[in-house]
């Protein structure tokens, strides 16, 4: 939002400097993001001035150059070589002096002294368009011959210079997002460091407001009351749709807006003024003479002033007319209802339309307008009189015509203001300074609020309407402190703290220790969004029903919360190829979340799961290209190992998880397996199918894994760390190789191994898999290691043989037998 510095100081008096006035108005809420200064011709005409052509000569040695000679009001005469046609001896023209710097349409040009052609040429005789202030280059600019030369163009032009704020104005504070809004708080913050009522917003006068009889009425009608509680209407006729005068120009230009016409303007101006949105139609085009404030049927075609062609979803409030919409109510006008250079006369609307329903459509529609940012936020019922009244005396003043007919005001949802009991200790407490309840009674009279009664204890408050983010004690005490100001609360010199006994696993703590081994792995961590595309979840993998829905996305692509932290890591993934990054490894903390559609129940929010998932992507090769080393690309065993590490450093034995192998019975994956505790499912991992990664234009293979965080922290809870001594006695190793049919797995080697022999056996390896025809149809050989060591002493050749005859036994009963 912006705020002009002039037009701000029209309220309340104030002797700020723009820099100060930026101070003050940070520090009591209103964010100053940027202060930028504004000038209703850009350059503000610096280093031009009017000048005599005292002689014209044509240029020695260019037949379409003149040398001209010019007073500028000081003692020396400046040589200038023209080429405009119409440049003349006795002329007053605007000169451009050496160093000014002159915004053209292509660009910002500084004049310099300079030698053209053999001639010295000291400055510039200026055309309308080099200085900005039209279109024309047919020659140069004459002024009349009475203006005296050496008068500054900024002062013959009367240009005017102002400062421009940038507010970054926070959602809950509409009140303020208008030039009154910000005068209140300002005069507010006066008063209480002047210690008296010094200041005070001063109001446009609509006193002279009076209609000239009730000639022409438009019949209203609101069916729609919940959507509409207050519609306030008139017309004027007789006006003239032309341009605004230069104030008001300067006054919209300021804050980034573009004049239209006069009507269009005013509308616009008191938007920002008061912060009421208004709208204008043309009255010769409200068929039937009559307003009818409605939700037309679903499927209901609309086109907006701007051309674009809308579908109506049967929820959208619109301004219509005896046969056809006019208007989205509090959005945007319809392309055949708006004020053009032919109207003559006027219906003006200003109107309270419903927050939700506006911010609803607006949404809906993809449209954000001046209007819908502000009903959307809430606006003040009790304002739509008092605007109407403001516009239609400056149409009447600046356009012309006559209020033609009484204000019309339906007021169906009228609503008294929220009651607010504000105690002194509390205030106190949350603020951590005693305040006077005189300095509190005072800030809050300053902000509008109606003191009811006043005790000892605390004031009874009555809250404006249009602070509608006013509804408890603590938003009241929030008031008081940005007006009082934060930094006139003294930091104490002690604290009080409780002790507080952490849980324990530590979730944080746990995650960071995984975040920190990943780094240090080569990993980067990745952050997406929780909102995502619906049509991610409406593929074979996911149950659409399940997918938490958003009732107001800011888009198509954010309608949903996300289930899996896969689509994100895609879209990241794809992101990065396309700009030449093809290797990847990549891990992400999120939470994902689901609804329950076999449960229903009267808190929503009680059918969705929300859990966090700790997802792992690798792509690409695993080492980055190097000529001393051979190119690697990624596989899933290279996953495996990055899961098998989370569990290994938070003390979960990976040899203790099942394995189950889930290869087909997962469409988001071209295989895959998942890990088991306890009968919980806590990872799963593998290769993501080429069906998917083609909905993201990835052709090369990604493998993604997803592990349940929370349940592994649970997992956590239960495992200890132990320390081992380094062993004493050395190790024995054996090998086998063992041929057998190939649907069996290491996993089922590797398990039996286990089993067999719990006491010294220790590891178990597989380093070669050979299949050939010469084996056999279906089968294969694996080579196994198996190392041996007993804590207590030496093993002897004799006990080795013995537990490897045990393991070749073991094995045949899965079909695997020795070669």
């Known amino acids: 939002m912006q705020i002009s510095y002039n037009w701000l100081k029209n309220y309340v008096k104030f002797g700020l400097s723009p820099e100060d006035l930026s101070v003050l108005l940070t520090d009591c809420g209103l964010e100053v993001e940027a202060l930028e200064k504004f000038e209703s011709i850009p350059g503000g005409l610096a280093g031009v001035v009017t000048g005599k052509i005292v002689s ?117 504070r509409i009140d303020a997002a208008s030039h009154i809004g910000a005068a209140r708080d300002v005069a507010a913050v006066l008063n209480h460091q002047n210690k008296k009522k010094a200041f005070r917003v001063e109001w446009p006068d609509v006193s002279s407001f009076s209609p000239a009889g009730n000639k022409l009425p438009v019949e209203v009608d609101i069916l729609d009351t919940a959507a509409c509680p207050r519609y306030s209407s008139l017309t004027i006729d007789g006006v003239r749709v032309g341009e605004s005068p230069d104030w008001l120009k300067n006054r919209l230009k300021a804050i980034g807006l573009k004049p239209i016409n006069n009507i269009v303007d005013i509308t616009n101006f008191v938007l920002h003024e008061t912060g009421q949105p208004l709208h204008a139609f043309d009255l010769n085009k409200v068929k039937g003479n009559r307003v009818v404030v409605k939700k037309p049927p679903k499927g209901t075609h609309f086109e907006t002033l701007d051309g674009e062609k809308l579908e109506l979803t049967g929820a959208d409030l619109m301004i219509c007319n005896e046969e056809e919409a006019m208007c989205m109510a509090g959005i945007l006008g319809g392309i055949n209802s708006g004020v053009t250079g032919d109207t003559s006369g006027i219906f003006l609307e200003s109107a309270c339309f419903d927050a939700v329903s506006i911010r609803k459509s607006a949404r809906y529609h993809g449209l954000n307008t001046d209007a819908s940012f502000r009903f959307e936020r809430g606006s003040d019922p009790e304002m739509t009189v008092f605007a109407l009244k403001r516009a239609a005396e400056m149409i009447r003043d600046i356009a012309g015509g006559e209020i033609s007919s009484e204000i019309s005001d339906l007021y169906p949802g009228r609503k008294g203001n929220i009651e607010i009991e504000l105690s002194y200790a509390r205030l106190n407490m949350l603020a951590g300074k005693d305040l006077s309840p005189k300095e509190v009674r005072g800030i809050l009279e300053d902000l ?132 030449k990054i093809p290797d990847m490894k990549l891990y992400e903390f999120g939470n994902v979340y689901s609804r329950d559609a076999g449960i229903s129940s009267e808190d929503p929010l009680n059918d969705i799961t929300e859990k966090k998932v700790l997802a792992l992507f690798l792509t690409g090769r695993l080492q980055p290209e190097n000529w001393r080393s051979e190119e690697k690309m990624v596989d899933f065993f290279d996953l495996k190992e990055s899961v098998n590490t989370v569990f290994s450093r938070l003390g979960i034995d990976p040899q203790t998880l099942e394995n189950k192998d889930l ?157």
């Open 448 to 579: 509008d609020f109606e003191v009811l009664k006043q005790s000892e204890t605390g004031l009874m408050l009555s809250v404006p309407g249009y602070r509608v983010d006013v509804t408890r004690d603590a938003d009241v005490i929030e008031e008081v402190l940005r007006i009082y100001g934060y930094n006139n609360i003294e930091v104490p010199g002690k604290m009080h703290s409780s002790i507080v006994i952490s849980p324990k696993p530590d979730n944080e703590q746990l995650q960071n220790i995984i975040s920190d081994l990943f780094s240090s792995r080569g990993f980067s961590e990745i952050m997406n969004n929780s909102l995502t595309k619906a049509v991610y979840y409406e593929a074979d993998g996911f149950n659409p029903a399940s997918s938490v829905i958003i009732q107001n996305p800011l888009s198509q692509d954010l309608s949903i919360m996300r289930q899996s932290l896969l689509f994100g890591g895609l879209e990241t993934i794809a992101y990065n190829r396309n700009r």
């Open 663 to 819: 290869t087909g019975r997962d469409s988001i994956y071209a295989y895959s397996t998942a890990l088991f505790s306890d009968r919980k499912k806590i990872a799963q991992l593998g290769l993501v199918s080429a069906a998917v990664l083609k909905k993201f234009g990835i052709r090369e293979d990604v493998y993604y894994a997803s592990l349940e965080w929370d349940k592994i922290v649970g997992a956590a809870s239960v495992a200890r760390l132990l320390y081992n001594e380094v062993p004493r006695f050395p190790e024995v190793r054996r090998d086998l190789a063992l041929l057998m049919e190939a649907p069996v797995s290491f996993s089922e080697i590797e398990e039996i191994a286990y089993k067999t022999e719990k006491r010294i056996l220790k590891e178990v390896n597989l380093f070669d898999v050979y299949q050939d025809e010469k084996l056999g149809k279906g089968k294969k050989s694996y080579a196994v290691s198996f190392v041996f060591r007993d804590d207590e002493r030496t093993l002897t050749d004799a006990e080795v043989d013995k537990v490897m005859e045990k393991l070749v036994s073991a094995f045949g009963s899965i079909g695997a037998y020795v070669r």
């Open 56 to 172: 014209c000569s044509p240029h020695p040695n260019a037949d379409k150059l003149s040398l001209a000679v010019v007073e500028t009001g000081k003692k020396d005469l400046l040589p200038i070589v023209c080429g405009a046609p119409n440049v003349k001896e006795g002329q007053t023209v605007l000169v451009a002096t050496v160093g000014s710097k002159l915004h053209t349409p292509n660009g910002v040009m500084e004049i310099r002294k300079a030698k053209i052609r053999g001639e010295v040429s000291e400055g510039m005789i200026c055309a309308e368009d080099e200085l900005g202030l039209g279109d024309s280059h047919e020659g140069i600019m004459v002024l009349p011959e009475d203006t005296p030369a050496g008068m500054p163009a900024s002062e013959y032009f009367k240009v005017e210079t102002d400062w421009v704020y940038e507010i970054g104005l926070t959602p809950n």
